[in-house]
């Protein structure tokens, strides 16, 4: 009865989620569009002409957001986005998208081919692990893929580029910060107005890389 009920309250919550609403009425794919745009506009980042990586793009929000920072004048797209998801993704104009983990080489191979040589100025990840509500496991498993993005971009951005990836305070989550410092000049810690308050969800922007 207890899960009935809970399911049912998350039910109400997110149909008169604000947020919920204003993606629907702009033709976003999730209500995450609008966490992206509050930290690329408060951090002033995301312009035309720039290479833009989505690692765990799926149901793609963050790529929509991505591309239409990208829109020129005319309506022309200057600036490429790269999608990468284990799922499918439905079609973005505009939007490069890969299917496959990351962490396969054959998968990174792709990557590779795709920018041909081109650095990238912003890796995004809004990838979050499945969670067990073990707390030392599920530490383990947000670390892991913090790290995943994290090496990417080290390996990909250019040395101005920056990083914006999905973390969750808690356990684990100062030595996160700490390896991300290892890496980059600036590491801030954001939490979004569209992020829920009950949320543990921390946004780490990273930018310039040590070189």
């Known amino acids: ?28 794919r999730a209500r995450a569009a609008f966490k992206l745009l509050e930290l ?4 002033k980042l995301l312009r035309p002409g720039n290479v833009v990586v989505d690692l765990g793009s799926a149901p793609g929000s963050w790529s929509q957001i991505a591309r239409e920072r990208m829109v020129g004048p005319g309506g022309i797209i200057d600036g490429r986005v ?21 962490r396969d080489d054959d998968v990174l191979a792709a990557v590779e081919k795709t920018l041909n040589g081109q650095k990238v100025d912003l890796v995004i990840s809004d990838m979050a692990p499945n969670l067990s509500g073990v707390a030392s496991a599920d530490a383990a498993r947000i670390a892991h893929v913090c790290e ?20 969750f305070h808690g356990s684990g989550f100062s030595q996160i910060v700490k390896s991300f410092k290892e890496h980059f000049i600036n590491v801030a810690e954001r939490k979004p107005k569209a992020s829920r308050d009950r949320s543990s969800e921390t946004f780490l922007v990273a930018r310039n890389l040590k070189l």
Do not use: C
């Open 1 to 28: 009865m207890g899960k009935k009920k809970t399911s049912k309250a998350w039910v109400h919550q997110h149909i008169n989620d604000p947020y919920v609403k204003m993606a629907q009425q702009k033709g976003y």
């Open 82 to 102: 790269i999608a990468l998801d284990l799922l499918e993704m439905e079609p973005i104009e505009g939007v490069e998208f890969i299917q496959g983990d990351f």
């Open 148 to 167: 995943l993005a994290m090496e990417f971009a080290v390996n990909h951005l250019r040395p101005d580029g920056a990083l914006i990836v999905k973390s």
């Open 40 to 43: 690329v506009d408060s951090e």
